[in-house]
């Protein structure tokens, strides 16, 4: 991790800053805290968390918000908890609740076996209060104009739904079912609580979610902003790029042609590749195309 300059007259660096988000602040509300921390306007985050959930929010500054857009998609990890018995309007605990069911009859084996259903490649339903743009305005919007908003689904996976503590609470009319999740990107927890309370014939919703893991960035990185405001730490953009992609060092030669935004020889993957100059500079991000390796973006460019 890289110290940003305190001073304003010394201008920040870019690279990604792992932030450790708290309850009840959307993820705007962080990047404009951290727009003010950075002394930047230049300010991205690489997929929301909603106000009630915490944990890791990869932001970008300055040119590594470039970046983002392939964080965007990667795998995320969870730890939440889903509460069975109660149906809520947005499926977690910041909404009404509209149904009771008494969940004193479900079995821990019948929970396993409803969770089984929703491992692996699974088509989901978002919640309808989401932030899906449905003809051009957000789902929330809508519900909160009282629409009856209906989703389409979409298919996401569930690389792992594991139970590790079951709670029966008042008395036993609800459960409480405290869960990793790793997903794909686009996944919705909610829904996963909502769908597990469905398939049980009681309903659920979620009472609590951390995100703990965004693609190799985890909360072991992340900073709150308590401790951003007093020490600015921030991963520089090569190290950023460098645990993202596959690395490619270059000759000058490459690098010269890069820098003009010409094609070199292939890679060794179809993947994108993060290309670094002899100097340890990131250059640009290729791919292959045809018979060379083409910048899908470049960083250093020819002065």
Known sequence: MKTAAQNPTEPIGSGLVIVDKPQGWTSHDVVGRTRRLAGTRKVGHAGTLDPMATGVLVLGINKATRLLTYIVGANKTYTATIRLGESTVTDDAEGEIVQVRIAAAV????????IAKLTGPIEQVPSS??????????????????????LASRPVTIHRFEVHDIRR???????????????????????????????????????????TEVGPYTLERARTLEQLAKDFEYLPLEKAADALFTRRDLTEHERTELSFGRRIGLNETEDVTAAFAPDGTLVALLKNKGENAKPELVFATAS
């Open 129 to 150: 209060v989401s932030a899906i743009k449905v003809n051009g305005e957000r789902a929330y919007a809508r519900v909160r104009a009282g629409e009856d908003v209906k």
């Open 107 to 114: 079995t821990e084996d019948a929970i396993r076996d409803s």
């Open 169 to 211: 609470e008042r008395g036993g009319k609800v459960l409480d079912i405290d869960v990793t999740v790793e997903c794909s990107s686009g996944t919705y927890i909610r829904a996963l609580a909502r769908d597990l309370g469905e398939d049980l014939a009681v309903g659920g919703h979620l009472t609590a979610l951390r995100r």
